[in-house]
């Protein structure tokens, strides 16, 4: 079993910054990729970012490309996202997930979740 408790949201202007960490217990995680993913109200679960475990390679969604940067400490059990350039549209909930085979896409195939951390941006 793999734990996830997320930690850092809050409320932001625009244009601002904010860093997201995720800590994980469990043994299994260092092998884990690791993903965010936000939702916003009446919205579905959006991939954000994942890193493999290796911290060599790591994936983006297209509305955070070259705003976001995903991050682990495996040595910390924790990952990061470093959020930029904030904008009302990232405004949702936030939530860390792992994952036992592979990086996906789709919120559906992650197999371990944290109960998230509400990111709100204010214009």
């Known amino acids: 079993q793999v734990q996830l408790v997320e930690s850092g949201g809050g409320l932001v202007q625009t244009g601002g910054s904010l860093r997201l960490s995720c800590a994980a217990s469990?043994?299994?995680?260092?092998?884990?990729?690791m993903g965010w993913f936000r939702q916003a109200p009446g919205k579905e679960r959006e991939f954000v970012a994942a890193?493999?475990?290796?911290?060599?390679?790591?994936y983006n969604g297209d509305s955070v490309e070259g705003r976001f940067t995903i991050s682990r400490d495996n040595a910390k059990n924790t990952v990061y996202m470093q959020m930029n350039s904030l904008k009302p549209e990232d405004t949702a909930v936030y939530y860390c997930?792992?994952?036992?085979?592979?990086?996906?896409?789709?919120?559906?195939?992650?197999?371990?979740w944290g109960k998230g951390t509400l990111v709100t941006v204010s214009s």
């Open positions: 469990g043994r299994p995680y260092i092998r884990y990729p």
């Open positions: 890193i493999r475990w290796s911290g060599s390679v790591t």
């Open positions: 997930a792992a994952r036992r085979d592979g990086v996906s896409y789709s919120s559906t195939e992650w197999d371990y």
